[in-house]
């Protein structure tokens, strides 16, 4: 489900104030980091929300709203990627050795493909139950809405730094 | 009959035929029978038996006297052999057009369906897709050709995979697949994918590259929707691409609540002149300054946002009926504060939703 851009953000907005009204009051002492903390939680709930259960990632960010925040760089797993394929393509060739070349190459492709798959479901909020076919399109409709989440909170910040 | 049947098969599998008896064909019945067949009504269960004999008896009798090479033969004996292997039942006709369906020569045509390609193909290139329907087709025509002598099945066994191989250069006019298993053109209620050259045919690939097909239709998507991805080629690239730019939105999110989160209270807003055109249309009369706090705000620090939160609020709910006549202040709070006092969030939710209209 696609929803054009437009409507998406409204409703987003719509949401995302009905939800910072009602955080704002459950906490008298917060520091800045359970502001923060507050204010992402209400983004992420109303653009969850805002897609008004369509969609697989929508229902896993409403029923668990703690993601862990994507720490870990590229670099360490792209190294990481490189020394089980080579172990593998050894261990791969030990095992075969007259495989043809077209075979390790597709084998060592399909290593490739399925390890940033689990990447991908990982990031995806729900991503981990999901087949193939699902994850590509609940990544289409994760990245709209982040998309619209992150205009909307940039032109609010823009707008309250402005003065 | 029988005999002859018995000499055709045997020869189909070994040469070409020579003229006499291909002469000798001609006058059985058995070309009586084909002719019959030919002309039998098409209904739809036998649309691909009929397909199959469009070829005319003359054309078959043709193809069976080319020397050119083995494989025309047995591409073109099928059709003769076929309704030999259906001779063999007291009821041939009737069988023919009652499992056509089910296409009774796809049980030999389980070995030699690339033959009966190529004449069919010249006549029904579109609706030869029976991907699924292959899984039917073994199961039924075992069932109904039990008599079919297992010798000759396995010498066409033998000769297919060599056919195959030469079929695929072969000059007919067949543009799809000859791999592709045809003695089936009924519209079953299956996914029809097209099986492609050189490709295999067994239901669990073809099944395997429609779900493939599918994914990489929404790759496409996903590329298009990700900038800097459509000159990539390659699934690993494009999702390494993809996951990029995810992360990166996720990590601007953060950035931008906490950049929120430290936003001073004090803003200036031009409400007014955003609002004006809107006014008319969208709001209430007596809701217009409703995101106009009636306060001035002092310049606080972050603590004290908090503090004028719940003032804001008590105020806001006394103050209820007088906002109608408040004047727009210079000072404006952000934008929580100044829709925590209007009356209703659903007018608040609109009224921001527009001024974030005209905003974005």
Known sequence: ???????????????????????????????IFERKKAIKLSADTAMASARKGLTCWSRALISNPDRPVPTTTRRA?????????????????????????????????????????QILKSLIPGGEFMNEVCLIEETLDYITSLRVQVDVMRSLASASAHN | ???????????????????GEVAAFESLQFTDEIHRLISAPGTDNASSFTALLELPATQVVELLHSPESVKLIVASAPNVEDFKGSFHFPSNTGLIQKDARFSVFSGEGNN????????????????????????????????????VSDPTMENRNI????????????????????????????????????????????SHSLAERARREKINARMKLLQELVPGCNKI???????????????????????????????????????????????????????????VTPLIWPDVQVNGYRQQFQHQWHFDTLKQPIWGREEVCNNYVT??????????????????????????
Not at chain 1, 2 to 30: A, D, Y
Not at chain 2, 127 to 140: Q, R
Not at chain 2, 258 to 263: G, P, Q, S
Not at chain 2, 337 to 359: F, G, P, R
Request: proline letters at 4%; aromatic letters at 4%; a positive charge.
């Open chain 1, 1 to 31: 489900m696609h929803l054009p851009h437009s409507t998406l953000k409204q409703e987003f907005v719509k949401k995302w104030i009905m939800g910072l009204q009602r955080c704002k009051f459950s906490n008298k002492k917060m520091s």
């Open chain 1, 77 to 117: 797993s792209s190294a990481c990627k490189k020394i089980v394929k080579r172990s593998r393509r050894i261990r791969r060739t030990a095992k075969c050795g007259a495989a043809r070349k077209g075979q390790i190459t597709r084998s060592i492709a399909q290593c490739l493909v399925r390890k940033r798959t």
């Open chain 2, 233 to 291: 080629s390659g699934t690993a690239l494009v999702l390494d691409e993809i996951i990029n730019h995810v992360q990166s939105l996720q990590r601007q999110v953060e950035f931008l609540s906490m950049r929120l989160a430290t936003v001073n209270p004090r803003i200036d807003f031009n409400l007014d002149s955003l609002f004006t055109p809107e006014s008319g249309s969208t709001m209430d009369g007596g809701n217009f300054p409703s995101l």
């Open chain 2, 159 to 202: 000769k297919r995979k060599d056919r195959e191989k030469k079929v695929k250069g072969s000059t007919k006019k067949s543009k799809t697949a000859t791999n592709e298993r045809l003695e089936d053109a009924e519209k079953l209620p299956y996914v029809h994918v097209r099986a492609r050259r050189g490709q295999a045919t067994d």
């Open chain 2, 1 to 19: 009959m029988e005999s002859n049947a018995g000499t055709t098969e045997t020869r189909s599998n070994v040469t070409v035929p020579d003229g």
């Open chain 2, 335 to 360: 934008l929580e504060n100044s829709l925590l006092s209007c009356d209703s969030s659903a007018n608040s939710a609109t009224l921001h939703a527009n001024q974030l209209k005209m905003e974005l």
């Open chain 2, 112 to 147: 030699k369906n690339e033959k009966s390609n190529s004449p069919e193909m010249t006549s029904k290139n579109s609706s030869a897709n029976l991907e699924k329907a292959v899984k039917s087709e073994p199961a039924e025509t075992v069932s109904s050709l039990p008599l």
